[in-house]
């Protein structure tokens, strides 16, 4: 029981951390109609950002300095790779996001010299609580807080301020909303900043429960993240936090499983073939809208 | 192509440049006081084999994103398909219990290897033919089993428009690696540790009777086999098949109210183009020598795609010639950024290992962004116009 | 009436077309005799379009029947939620009997070609294999003999058809050019081409006129009577212009809002008052 317990809750807390990542996926895909594959290097960055900040500033002062400058760069990113490529080619802009996630993961290989980098220990949350009888750290309880916290005022910022108008609009059409005077451009900017500071959020507290950074760590729940989104229906932040939940669930189950059964292997696998049902039997997702083309 | 051209000066042109690697590969043993660069161990002859390898899948990935127009990012998956399926019917008999010694033993007893040997003799010509044989029907088999599962797989992605078709698809691609990684699938696969000990490029090299190489052979397989491929590739294209393709590219609406089945010629081209990814694979698999599910990653595809859009989506000589330049520059010319380096006494700055993937992707950027028509946008290098005209061309040139 | 001794080539009963609440196409039925000219007109968005979408296979429609040379081609009916939500006629008509729901693709196969309002060329070929393309689907070979050169004599035949189809059309000079460098007027020219290639029987053409002159608009009407003789056509054509169906059709229907207003010859059409109120929006606001 205890067992079912905890992994249970670092399912519900790994699942919150994917959700931070999912939700600048979706946000971008419903506005860009993009998939950013660099949005999980990014989030590698910013853990990598975090070790070298805290190696040289207190913590107080260097977590924001990581979300800042993620933030900075998310927005230089498609500053420079996507906004050139806005009248192009679908897979234009998807070619350009490989090659920028290529560069990123590149870069940190050369800064790092490939090694696997640790995280340092955050004081507050890696200290440890009891809960229902299963020592747990601080981090697990609360992801899930912290997730919902962010999406209420998310949502906030979307159906009630002006900018959040301007990005419903935008993603509902593109070419209208330019024509009636929106301004795309930082619409989307605001887009890529939000996606960034949550993503950078969330390398803070997904790689706190993590031994180490490499290169590539941010491939892996990157992808994932974007499955959860198109699982919740892309586009919507309800749908890409509760698709992210599910996936992190269901991982950490998988991951837990007797290891008699040999399956813990699955545990990446599993989370496409999610995604190969999903989008065969619904692919508009749980909560998406259905789009069609006109001929 | 009018059809009434003659094509024998390009056929002309592939025979020299075969002739012209086997003595460039040879030349060393002739003449033994030229340069390292000459040595068949030298960074040259690296980047030949594995430039020969990687233009297949380069120009079969081109084949489905660029000529079809189908946004696929499962080429690593078939690749690993067709690196096991080559490997595993190859090793022979007496290699497989000490490969396979964390499972006891490999499931799978038959080896094309031995049942050739048994058929053509262990030694001479008849060990010649035999090894040919069977490492010919692995590859084949290789490309079919890759192509078998494009196939299957193809019912439910096919149908998905662009962004998600290249999600579905590399989500496949690591679904496969996961399973061949499996530790139960061990005695087929033996899971996540290398399958090694079967024939590879070096096999090929004529040995005398002193176990001493006498004709090196190792650089020439590749080019023939991707040549051969490509060839036939490139006359699928030129066919009414690959007229059709196109149109799917450039509008389904108006291919399918043009009597186009989309449904099948996406397959088609989803199949063929896996079936050279799998020889691909199998070619990747003899290239280093052993089989691991951990190698072929999403990254690899990404790689492919990237060649194919420097050399220009849509354009098979294209990719040809961007995988000869970037495995070189991968591989040899820019390997000195990995290392500091001086001038005089001055210390270059910035200098040390990784430096090298840095500026590489930084020129990819560059010509993603700025010259995203590529190399050769979708045009054609045209063989017969090159060696009519001028003869002689570098190994980079081939077709 | 004077229709009727002539068989039909194209047979549209009670087709009713919804997207959700909207009706698009409402219990349209409308004859094509073999060899006729008919036109569909109406004002913008009147469901033109969408009527000849379900006649190509790109939507199935909500309910109704579809006779091709005789032989049923597309048959639906509303059923389960879409029958709680369905606003048109008939809607029980066909229940009971199958569903006929052929792809656009087979249906060109049947021998029905169409063009397209906003012309959809391929962008990336020349004229030529615009044309050759289109050819694709009669050709007899497989992959196989297609990639080891197997079908010589038959790609051969090809290439020789779609070169006396582009000098008929005038287009043989502009044959190695790119499909979308051509002026407008060949463009539409071309697009009627390359769906001849495929062999029809009869032939849709999506506002052919658009886009065009008074000059262009009178030699598209003689050179659309000019393929009808020649290729054996039965032509069924949406206008939104006036001139040029007036001059060529046989019988015309006129809707609006997805429903029939009018039917008859051209003089007929043209006194009647429900088309001019239609096209002069007396009483409605467009």
Known sequence: MEYVISVLLSGISVGGQYALIAIGYTLVYGILRLINFAHGDVFMVAGLMGIYFTAVLPISLSLPLVIILTVLLGFTIERVAYKPLRDAPRMSVMISAIGVSYLLQNTATYVTGGQPMTYPTIPFLSGTVNVAGTQTKWVVILTPILVLTLVVLLSLLINRTKVGMAMRAVSKDFETSRLMGIRINSVISVTFIIGSALAAVGSVLFFTNYPAITPMAGAMPGLKAFVAAVFGGIGSIPGAVIGAFIIGICETIIKGLPSSWDVSVFSDAFTFALLILILVFKPQGLFGEAATDKV | ?399 | MDNKAKKNALHIENVTMQFGGVVSVNNLSIDVPEHDIIALIGPNGAGKTTAFNCITGVYKPTNGLIEFMGSPMVRSYPSGKDRKSYKGENADKYRGESVLNPTPDEITKLGIARTFQNIRLWNSMTVFENVLTAKHMRAKQNVFSAIFRGNRSEEKRMREETMELLKEQGLDAYKDENATSLPYGLQRRLEIARALATDPKLLLLDEPAAGMNPQETLELADFVQEIREKYDLTVFLIEHHMDLVMNISDFIYVIDFGSEIARGKPDEVQSNQKVIEAYLGVGEDE
């Open chain 2, 1 to 399: 192509m009018s059809g009434k051209k003659s094509n024998l000066p390009a056929l002309t042109g592939i025979v020299i440049l075969f002739l012209f690697i086997i003595f460039l590969e040879n030349i060393r043993s002739f003449i033994p006081g030229l340069p390292m660069i000459f040595d068949p161990m030298s960074p040259l002859f690296t980047v030949l084999k594995k430039a020969a390898v990687y233009s297949l899948v380069a120009v079969s990935m081109n084949l489905l994103n660029g000529f079809t127009g189908l946004f696929s990012l499962g080429q690593a998956g078939f690749m690993l398909l067709g690196a096991y399926t080559y490997a595993i019917l190859t090793v022979p008999s007496a290699m497989k219990d000490q490969v396979y010694y964390l499972f006891g033993g490999c499931a799978f007893q038959f080896s094309l290897v031995d049942f050739f040997q048994g058929i053509f003799g262990s030694a001479g010509a008849g060990y010649a033919v035999g090894l040919i044989l069977s490492c010919l029907i692995a590859i084949i088999l290789a490309g079919v089993v890759a192509g078998f599962f494009a196939f299957l797989i193809g019912f439910p992605v096919l149908r998905l428009k662009s962004d998600y078709l290249a999600i579905a698809t590399l989500g496949f691609a690591e679904i496969l690696r996961a399973i061949f990684q499996w530790q139960t699938l061990g005695p087929v696969t033996n899971g996540a540790n290398m399958i090694k000990g079967f024939p590879t490029f070096t096999s090929f090299n004529i040995t005398g009777a002193g176990g001493q190489v006498v004709l090196r052979l190792s650089t020439f397989v590749p080019f023939l086999i991707t040549t051969v491929c490509i060839a036939i590739i490139v006359l699928l294209i030129n066919s009414s098949y690959g007229r059709a393709f196109k149109s799917i590219r450039d509008d389904e609406i108006a291919a399918e109210a043009m009597g186009i089945r989309l449904f099948t010629h996406k397959m088609l081209s989803f199949v063929i183009s896996s079936f050279f990814a799998g020889v691909g694979g199998a070619m990747f698999a003899m290239y280093v020598a052993n089989a691991q599910a951990k190698a072929f990653t999403s990254t690899m595809t990404y790689e492919i795609l990237l060649i194919v859009v420097i050399g220009g989506i849509g354009s098979v000589s294209g990719s040809v010639l961007a995988t000869f330049l970037y495995v070189a520059c991968s591989e040899w010319w820019l390997r000195f950024l990995d290392s500091e380096q001086y001038i005089g006494s001055f210390k270059v700055p910035l200098l040390r290992n990784g430096f090298r993937m840095v500026v590489f992707s930084v020129v990819i950027m560059i010509i993603v962004l700025f010259f995203s028509q590529g190399i050769m946008g979708n045009r054609e290098i045209d063989l017969n116009a090159i060696f009519t005209g001028k003869k002689r061309k570098s190994g980079s040139q081939g077709k």
